[in-house]
């Protein structure tokens, strides 16, 4: 029971760290240089700003051994109630970890460009650099319907736990659909980028709350006795 509780404190500070580093990384640093209408701004922005750049990509570099820390975590939590389930699980997050590092290389290359390296005409370097960020979120977005489909094994496993709520399976099933339906859209129906932005924001809430709501449930209850049952057990 205290390694069942460690892993669920493990699983869920590590996943508030993660979400809070991937906010300052994406939704602040990544969104203020990348301006996707205007290439020209987004080129000038990221040669302008290679120190916050670069933060950037450290903070990705986090994010990804955060990954590695939950798969692990979770599935110490999670294997004595469903082992193969759990292994699976912590797997698909795993592929997802390691198709987020192919899209970090990305922009890895970019900065490569920026100091001059990658043997690229100057001429051609801007053209590249956008293609490679254009790669960057297009393997992102693939790895997060990887991630979604490892949320919505983690909600089996949590409808399956009779120490967690069904309401938390739910919320994470609901999440991994809103994952797998956006980020598949994205890469099969780029044509209609501006009804799936709208769709998107609309899921961000689940998409968000899914997880982190999680977490905090980890952090607080996760791994503790559940007192439903001991009674029950007390009074048999």
Request: hydrophobic letters at 55%; glycine letters at 8%; one cysteine or more.
């Amino acid at each position: 029971m205290v390694a069942k509780r460690n892993s669920a404190r493990i699983a869920g500070i590590t996943i508030l760290i993660m979400a809070a580093v991937a906010s300052f990384t994406y939704g602040y640093i990544h969104n203020s240089l990348v301006d996707p209408n205007h290439p020209e701004t987004t080129v000038s922005q990221l040669r302008a700003s290679t120190w916050l750049f670069r933060t950037e990509i450290v903070g990705w570099h986090f994010i990804l051994l955060c990954d590695v820390v939950v798969a692990w975590a979770l599935y110490k939590f999670f294997k004595d109630e469903n082992q193969q389930l759990s292994q699976i699980t912590a797997v698909l997050r795993l592929i997802y970890a390691a198709v987020l590092g192919g899209a970090v290389f990305k922009l890895i290359s970019i900065l490569r460009i920026i100091n001059g390296g990658e043997g690229i005409a100057p001429e051609l370097a801007d053209q590249q650099m956008l293609s490679f960020l254009k790669s960057f979120e297009s393997t992102w977005s693939f790895g997060l319907i990887i991630f979604g489909f490892h949320l919505l094994l983690l909600g089996f496993l949590a409808l399956q736990s009779k120490a967690i709520h069904f309401f938390w399976g739910v919320l994470l099933i609901l999440a991994a659909l809103s994952y797998i339906t956006i980020h598949s859209s994205k890469i099969g129906f780029p044509e209609f980028e501006g009804p799936i932005k709208t769709a998107e924001m609309i899921l961000s809430l689940p998409m968000a709350f899914g997880e982190v709501g999680f977490a905090v449930w980890l952090i607080i209850r996760g791994g503790k006795p559940n007192m439903k049952i001991n009674e029950a057990l007390q009074n048999s």
